[in-house]
């Protein structure tokens, strides 16, 4: 417990006095309070849980995605693997609910009139440059080591960040504490400045 | 050491059944306010997102705290009186250690997650899609390795499902209000130390 508290309120202290160059809260923050929305995501839960028997996840819907354009291409081999035979892709709950969630953000943009329409974020033009290329193979490959550690861990900053750490779900606690862990020490080598 | 069987305490009457075609209505108007309440969260932000790995921004560890907050409240509420299901997935201390720490040095090199992501696409950052297009490439790369790493890696240390209350031998509900209190302490210390 003690070691938790000194982590939790040390850790923050030592970064703030780090430089990276650049600062997240340069550029535009949130539409709404924070407090608002975790509320709002904590009482969609409830309705999740009620109303579908279903906890709020989205990693699952892109390993659904790869199994279609797998079957596509090799079809018996795809079928063969097993976690897709535990997990047969299939325009399901988990599918349709991540559709629904690229089109809940448009629908947030649009009324908050914040369509960003751009390939890049200016934070990661200041930092990186102006190539969509380096944008496009750091992205890709983030997505593959994301990817393959959620469905390592069984789930993602939803799956365990939200809905498995609310049930008190021992693994989704450590699972969330590692994702810092990691995302913390990689983003920090990323933006200090040699 | 647990057993997992008197560990998660089932309902003692079964929630309402769920017709297939109501589920899939359910994931349009769920998944439509999720992505909503991402977006207006700020969290579809390139920005907002690495703000948090940097520890500079805030706004992500008190979107969770709040949701982890409410919903743990709420859906404990409504299992206690046998309402809803609990959906606990085992805890695999090898998998989800090294799963975790992958997840989390992608997330800084994508600044994107999962769902958040998802968020991003529909406000237009269109450099989500080379993420998206990884996050599916790395699905299939698991899918591929899936046979060897369930007979390996996801072996090591498999306690089966476990609960924190459990594992601490706290009585659920005590648990339950020890967490919320420390939530809210933390939420207000979050917010006196960093406004965003």
């Not at chain 1, 790869?66 to 325009?91: C, D, M, W």
């Not at chain 1, 799956?159 to 995302?183: E, K, R, Y």
């Not at chain 2, 743990?72 to 250690?97: E, R, S, W, Y």
Request: hydrophobic share 50%.
């Amino acid at each position: 417990m003690k070691r938790l508290l000194l982590a939790t309120f040390v850790v923050p202290s030592l970064a703030s006095a780090a430089d990276f160059g650049v600062n997240a809260t340069d550029y535009d923050g949130a539409a709404w309070s924070p407090y608002l929305v975790g509320a709002g995501i904590g009482v969609l839960s409830w309705f999740t849980f009620y109303f579908a028997d279903k906890a709020i996840g989205a990693s699952s819907f892109y390993a659904t995605v790869a199994g279609f354009i797998g079957k596509i291409f090799a079809r018996k081999h795809t079928e063969s693997l097993k976690y897709y035979q535990s997990n047969p892709p299939a325009v399901d709950y988990g599918f349709v609910f991540v559709i629904c969630t690229i089109l809940g953000g448009f629908i947030a943009a649009w009324t908050g009139g914040e369509i960003r329409n751009e390939w890049l974020h200016p934070m990661w033009v200041d930092r990186f440059g102006d190539s969509i290329a380096l944008r496009g193979i750091v992205g890709f490959a983030g997505g593959v080591l994301m990817a393959f550690g959620a469905r390592l861990a069984g789930g993602c900053t939803s799956g365990h960040g939200i809905s498995g750490t609310l049930q008190l779900n021992a693994g989704s606690w450590l699972t969330v504490i590692f994702m810092f862990i990691g995302g913390i020490a990689a983003a920090m080598l990323l933006y200090t400045s040699l | 050491m647990i057993n997992p069987g008197k560990a998660v305490k089932e309902s003692s009457a079964p929630p309402p059944a769920v017709p297939a075609g109501g589920k899939l209505v359910a994931a349009i108007i769920f998944g439509t306010a999720f992505g909503f309440l991402l977006q207006k969260g700020g969290v579809g932000k390139y920005n907002v997102l690495i703000g948090q790995l940097l520890l500079q921004d805030f706004t992500v560890a008190k979107i969770m705290m709040t949701a982890i907050l409410l919903g743990m409240v709420g859906v404990f509420t409504l299992h206690h009186f046998a309402k809803v299901n609990l959906d606990i997935h085992p805890t695999k201390i090898g998998a989800q250690t090294i799963g975790g720490m992958l997840f989390g040095i992608g997330f800084a090199l994508i600044a994107y997650c999962p769902g958040t992501g998802a968020a991003a696409l529909g406000q237009g950052s269109w450099d989500v899609l080379f993420g998206m297009a990884g996050l599916v490439a790395g699905s299939y790369l698991f899918a591929e390795m899936s046979g060897w790493l369930k007979r390996t890696v996801e072996t090591w240390g498999d306690k089966g499902k476990v609960m924190l209350p459990d594992l601490l031998h706290i009585p659920r509900g005590v648990f339950i209000v020890i967490l919320a209190v420390l939530l809210i302490v933390g939420l207000f210390a979050l917010e006196r130390a960093f406004p965003r």
